[in-house]
């Protein structure tokens, strides 16, 4: 099927793009910039799915992302906890 052979690229290359792009951010800024922005990528395809309808909004998963923020901040030490 020309589609899957076309979608399989489509991810393929966004893929290697994310991956070189990450190793830039890690080279040039530091890993913990680079595990922020890893994080952001859950929340672009959830809201890309969103957008084309393959699934529908949910709270539950916005609590969700922001425990997945939160838990990347306490371990990178963006955030200290008190004790």
Excluded: K
């Excluded at 890690?26 to 595990?35: C, D, E, K, N, P």
């Excluded at 393959?54 to 916005?62: D, R």
Aim: aromatic share 20%.
């Amino acid at each position: 099927n020309p589609s899957v052979w076309q979608t399989s690229i489509y991810i393929m290359l966004s893929i290697a793009m994310f991956n070189y792009f990450g190793l830039s951010v890690t080279r040039y800024l530091s890993a913990t910039s680079r595990a922020t922005i890893d994080t952001c990528r859950t929340l672009f395809i959830w809201m890309t799915s969103l957008a084309l309808g393959w699934e529908t909004f949910s709270w539950i998963q916005v609590i969700g992302f922001v425990i997945l923020v939160y838990g990347t901040f306490v371990y990178n030490r963006v955030i200290t906890l008190p004790f």
